[in-house]
Nanobody
Framework: VQLQASGGGLVQAGDSLRLACVAS????????MGWFRQAPGKEREFVAA????????NYAGSVKGRFTISRDNAKNTVYLQMNSLKPEDTAVYYC?????????????????????WGQGTLVTVSS
């Protein structure tokens, strides 16, 4: 399974970016996809997740209302639209592929519940 993330870059506070992650080697439409991020010196943290059909989404409180996760199963791609970016959003963003079903919203947020990870794309937000 390969996950290729792209779309990162250097932007100013208030700007927008859209990340994309293309998956191969697995039936993309059967699995939950998630976005996580890791800032320098910090642990990897959950950002957003979307279930296999796109009917269920979960967001970290820090990004809710600003970020939108979506997926296009025909293109094997998951997106993360990031609006109103803040300097504290600066991090390496990783996409991940998980299970088909999760028992609770909390399960979507746990990195250990995802089996495959992309290489990450750097997002830097200047103030």
């Amino acid at each position: 399974v390969q996950l290729q993330a792209s779309g990162g870059g250097l932007v100013q506070a208030g700007d927008s970016l859209r990340l994309a992650c293309v998956a191969s080697g697995r039936t993309f439409s059967s699995y939950t996809m998630g976005w996580f991020r890791q800032a320098p010196g910090k642990e990897r943290e959950f950002v957003a997740a979307i279930n296999w059909s796109g009917g269920i989404t979960n967001y970290a409180g820090s990004v809710k209302g600003r970020f939108t996760i979506s997926r296009d199963n025909a293109k094997n791609t998951v997106y993360l639209q990031m609006n109103s970016l803040k300097p504290e959003d600066t991090a390496v963003y990783y996409c991940a592929s998980g299970s088909r079903y999760y028992r609770s919203s909390y399960d979507y947020t746990r990195p250990q519940n995802y089996d495959y990870w992309g290489q990450g794309t750097l997002v830097t937000v200047s103030s």
